[in-house]
């Protein structure tokens, strides 16, 4: 019984990947897309006056490493295949420079780039929808502070 509840999953997930391949590459977004997608992404962060410190605060002397591991994040999100097992939010605590009001230039930056870059609109308006997400997540779970909901505690 084990053996067959095993291989369920296994093709239940292999079917999950495939699909996301097929869809993908309908859009054309393949591995060499997201490479290049993560090279010109991060590339220009470097260059940008205020993203660009804060994460060179970080990652000095580590970006090789950050945009392997930016490339695995996108592929599994696109391709579903699995190959980043990070833990975003953690990764981002603590960040010096990080605040919320970033984000937006963040995703500007990142629209901007598919905008060049993008094979398809398709493609540029998954990617934008999916990181527009992702930032909504990472802001709420770095900055949201439940009290400032309160209303006993919100003056007029």
Do not use: C
């Not at 010109?40 to 002397?61: C, E, K, S, W």
Request: charged share 25%.
């Amino acid at each position: 019984m084990m053996d067959n509840e095993l291989q369920a999953r296994a093709a239940h997930v292999a079917g999950i990947r495939e699909k996301a391949v097929a869809e993908m590459a309908r859009i054309g977004v393949d591995e060499v897309f997201i490479d290049l997608l993560v090279e010109t992404f991060y590339g220009r962060i470097q260059a940008h006056p205020r993203l660009g410190p804060v994460f060179d605060g970080r990652l000095a002397g580590r970006w090789p490493d950050h945009m392997e591991k930016m490339k695995r994040f996108w592929s599994s999100i696109a391709l579903k295949n699995g190959a980043y097992d990070g833990k975003p939010v953690q990764a981002h605590l603590g960040v010096e420079g990080m605040a919320p009001d970033l984000f937006p230039e963040w995703l500007a930056l990142f629209s901007a780039t598919l905008a060049d870059i993008a094979p398809s609109q398709e493609a540029k308006a998954w990617f934008e929808a999916t990181s527009e997400r992702i930032a909504k997540s990472l802001t709420l779970s770095l900055f949201y502070n439940p009290a400032l909901d309160d209303p006993a505690k919100k003056t007029v």
